[in-house]
C-alpha cells in the first residue's frame, strides 16, 4: 500500500513520532502530508468496518459538524484552527461552511446546477461541457465554465488493463492486436465532440514521459533486459495508430488480424478461433454505466475482427470482489500518476504486488528493475530516465492501454466568488481553499436563495 514502507511508528515525546522505513524514502515523504493524524482514543474500541454515526474529532481548518447519511456533508470553520496564522496558509479557508451534496445521477446533478442549488460543479462529461450550460445564465456572465490548474497528476483518465494472468492475454502479439483495433480518433470526435486528446504515454503532460528514442540513461537501464523487451523498443519511437476517425480503422483491423495469425489464430465462419478450434472470448467488466460509452465502439470493432467480445454489468460489490480474485478479463481502470511518480509505481505494476492497483498482473523483471531504479534513484537526471524507461517498457509490451490524457480539471460555477490571479503553470489550483465569497459580484447576480434542512 502506499504506506507499506514504514516499519514501525515509536513515541518519543507528546509532540514527536519517530518513523521507521525499511527503504530510502526521501521521494515518499510527502505522502504523510496526505495521511491524517487520529486520536486514539476514538478509534480504539471501533471496528473500522462499520459506518460511522457521528463524527470523528479533527485537528484540519474545518470540522464536519452535519451529516445526512447518503445527502450530503456539511463542514464548518474552525475558529481557532492551529495553523491559521501559519505563512503557508494565508488567504486561504475563507469559507464559513462547505457542504458536498451526493447525487446517484449525474443529470438531476446538473439540472440542480442550472437552477442554482448548488455553486460549482465538476463536469466530466465532454458532451455536457460542451452542449449543456447554453443557457441565458451563462450569456449574462453568472455561470462560468472555467478550469482548475491539475499539475499534480499525468497519465490518462483511464487506462485498459489486459489481466495478463489469463491466455490469451500473456501473449504479446495478442495484447498488439487488442491495441491496433482501438479505433480511439473516432472516440475522441464521436464521443467526447473532439474535446479530448489521446495519452501517449503512462505519464502523460510530464518530464516523465518518454519519447523518441532512448537516450544513454535509459539504454543502460533497459540494456541488461534487451532479451526480454521487444526489440523495437530500442530502434523505433513508440507511437499510436493514427486513423481517419470514422469508427472502423481498416488498417488498425488490419494489423490486429495478422498479429492474431501470428499468435495461431484464424478466422472460421465468421469467429476467430485458436489452433484447438475454440474461439477468442474477451469480457470487459465494469460496474458503472459510463464504461460502457467507452467500449461498446471497440466491441464492435472486435466483433469485425471474429472476437466475441461482451460488457459484463455487475454490482460494486461483484466487481471489487472479481478484481481482488483477479476474475476478468479486461477492465478500466483510472490512470492518473502523482507528479513526481512515487509510492503507486511499486503497486501498481511491480511484480510483488498483488494489491487491487496492479490490475494486468504485471511480472516482469524488465518492469521490476525500472520501477525500483525509479525508487531508488537519488538525483532528478536518474529519476527521470527510469521512469522514462519504465514507461517504454510498458507501452511496448501493450499491457495496458492509456486512453485520453488527463488535462485540466473542467468546472462549471456561479460567478459569486473570487478566485487568486495565479499563473497558467500553478502546480496545483487552490480549490476550494483559496477561493472566497465575493458579496458584490453576488448581489449583482441576485442568485437564488437556497433553504438548507
Sequence with gaps: GALGWITDVNIVNPLTVEIRADSDVAKQLFILGYTPIVPAHYWRDRDVREPLTTPPPQSGPYRLTRV????????????????????????????????????????????????????????????????????????????????????????????????????????????EALFSALDFEWQIRALHGGELTRAASFFADSMFASSGLPGEAEKTLLEPHRAHLPAKLFTHPFSLPSTDGVGVDRDGLSR????????????????????????????????????????????????????????RMIDRTGYYNRRRNADYDAVLVGGGIEVPPSWELRPSFHSS?????????????????????????????????????????????????????????????WNKFGRPDLPEEMYVAPFPDGWWFDKETAARMGSPKVTIP
Design 68 to 175: 445526512s447519511q447518503g445527502r450530503y456533508l456539511t463542514y464548518e470553520r474552525v475558529p481557532d484552527y492551529w495553523g491559521r496564522d501559519l505563512p503557508v496558509n494565508r488567504g486561504k479557508f475563507n469559507f464559513d461552511t462547505i457542504r458536498y451534496e451526493r447525487y446517484l445521477d449525474a443529470t438531476v446533478a446538473r439540472e440542480a446546477l442550472r437552477a442554482g442549488l448548488l455553486d460549482v460543479w465538476t463536469e466530466t462529461d465532454s458532451r455536457h461541457w460542451l452542449k449543456s450550460y447554453d443557457v441565458p445564465a451563462r450569456d449574462q456572465g453568472w455561470l462560468v465554465l472555467g478550469t482548475l490548474a491539475s499539475g499534480n497528476q499525468s497519465g490518462s483518465r483511464y487506462r485498459l488493463a489486459l489481466n495478463t494472468r489469463r491466455q490469451p492475454f500473456d501473449d504479446l502479439r495478442v495484447r
Design 256 to 311: 490486429a488480424s495478422a498479429l492474431l495469425a501470428q499468435a495461431g489464430y484464424r478466422v472460421v465462419d465468421g469467429v476467430m478461433v485458436n489452433d484447438a478450434g475454440e474461439p477468442f472470448v474477451i469480457e470487459f467488466l465494469s460496474f458503472l454505466r459510463d464504461d460502457q460509452r467507452i467500449l461498446l465502439p471497440y466491441v464492435h470493432s472486435l466483433s469485425i475482427l471474429g472476437i466475441e467480445a461482451n460488457i
Design 353 to 413: 504486488s498483488t494489491l487491487y492497483l496492479n490490475a494486468s498482473g504485471l511480472n516482469d523483471p524488465a518492469v521490476d528493475a525500472m520501477v525500483e531504479a525509479a525508487l531508488s534513484a537519488t538525483h532528478l537526471d536518474e529519476f527521470v530516465s527510469a521512469c522514462r524507461a519504465l514507461d517504454r517498457v510498458l507501452l511496448w509490451n501493450y499491457y495496458q492501454f492509456p486512453l485520453d490524457a488527463l488535462g485540466d480539471t473542467r468546472i462549471v460555477y
